[in-house]
């Protein structure tokens, strides 16, 4: 059964920085690019980053460029998003996600799996 399991989530303060990991089982970590969605209350989820298998390219939303970096650690089958300069407007849920495609133009799409989600804070 595949699982995602994201931790690190908190309540944090504007400015602050903050990491986030997934830790995936169940399914052949290397052949899928790796995703993080985020949704706000009232908002749709929108597709923060993406990472391809090997970790040479990555795409990141316009929003969060200069600030978040995404990293994958396949050795561990972990995938990780560094949160930098954190802003009142990042705080959402964040969803770790499997997905089959992550392009520049698009970012990540066609998602498999999707993990429960750990809750960011950012208080201004």
């Known amino acids: 059964r595949v699982r995602l399991e994201e931790s690190g989530g908190a309540l944090v303060q504007a400015g602050e920085s903050l990491s986030l990991t997934c830790t995936a089982s169940?399914?052949?970590?290397?052949?899928?690019?790796w995703a993080w969605f985020r949704q706000a209350p009232g908002k749709e989820r929108e597709g923060v980053s993406c990472?391809?298998?090997?970790?040479?390219?990555?795409y990141l939303t316009d929003s969060v460029k200069g600030r978040f970096t995404t990293t994958v650690d396949n050795a561990r089958d972990t995938l990780s998003l560094q949160m930098d300069s954190l802003k009142s407007e990042d705080t959402a849920m964040y969803y770790c996600?499997?997905?089959?495609?992550?392009?520049?133009?698009?970012?990540?799409?066609?998602?498999?799996?999707w993990g429960q989600g750990t809750q960011v804070t950012v208080s201004s």
């Open positions: 996600a499997a997905a089959k495609v992550c392009t520049m133009k698009d970012g990540p799409g066609l998602v498999t799996d």
């Open positions: 169940g399914l052949d970590f290397q052949k899928y690019n």
């Open positions: 990472i391809s298998p090997s970790g040479r390219f990555t």
